[in-house]
């Protein structure tokens, strides 16, 4: 159980375009979803919270912007990177929350390279 | 605000000899605290939680973690490592908030040596 699924898992684009990654909690409902973002060989920073019916929370210095999150539903969040540059090539990877627990469930994650 | 340091980014030990991952933690109540893996080209997985509940915690393959309050420690323990151990270890903490945002410490990458 509680099993979270990323799309795509990997995705190379141009610089300028926009692309959107998928997070779904396959087995469970899950109100709170979060985005983190990992640059090689270094811990997870949280980007932000993602709440389902309501706007996101962002954290201190990330664009709220350009990283677009969309909570429709209680089994999915989208983070959409717009206008890509290549400073925005990282491992983006989230995480759900079923309900009211603590314990918060992985997805595989998704290497974003832009050229 | 409340946050884990990992007191070694790098970990190497024989195949069959113990695991010590170290983590301190700092935080202003009494904090959730837990360990992930993080294997190559995979997701996180949990291997435990501490949630104010016994002190002694066990988690899936064999490890084990102590919480202690009077040092703000959270060691990492299994008595016997595996080759398939090997992998980046990441400390966290769980915020006082209703969001529960996970803090990560800076993780210690461990290598098993046959």
């Known amino acids: 159980g509680a099993v979270v699924s990323q799309h795509p898992s990997w995705v190379i684009c141009k610089s300028g375009t926009s692309v959107k990654i998928e997070c779904r909690s396959l087995d469970f409902q899950a109100t709170t979803m979060f985005w983190y973002r990992q640059f090689p060989k270094q811990s997870l920073m949280l980007m932000a919270t993602s709440n389902e019916g309501s706007k996101a929370t962002y954290e201190q210095g990330v664009e709220k912007d350009k990283f677009l999150i969309n909570h429709a539903s209680l089994t999915l969040s989208t983070l959409t990177v717009t206008s890509a540059h290549p400073e925005d090539s990282s491992f983006y990877i989230c995480s759900a929350r079923p309900g009211l627990q603590e314990t918060q469930y992985f997805g595989p994650g998704t290497r974003l390279l832009v050229l | 605000a409340q946050s884990v340091t990992q007191l070694d980014s790098h970990v190497s030990v024989s195949e069959g000899t113990p695991v010590l991952l170290r983590c301190n933690y700092s935080?202003?109540?009494?904090?959730?605290l837990f360990w992930y893996v993080q294997h190559p080209n995979k997701g996180l997985q949990l291997l435990l939680k501490y949630t104010s509940a016994a002190t002694l915690v066990k988690g899936i393959n064999g490890f084990e973690a102590e919480f202690k309050k009077s040092e703000t420690s959270f060691h990492l323990t299994k008595p016997s490592a595996h080759m398939s151990d090997a992998a980046e270890y990441f400390c966290?903490?769980?915020?006082?908030?209703?969001?529960?945002?996970?803090?990560f410490g800076s993780g210690t990458r461990l290598q098993v040596q046959p």
């Open positions: 966290v903490v769980s915020d006082s908030t209703g969001r529960r945002a996970l803090t």
């Open positions: 935080s202003s109540y009494s904090p959730s």
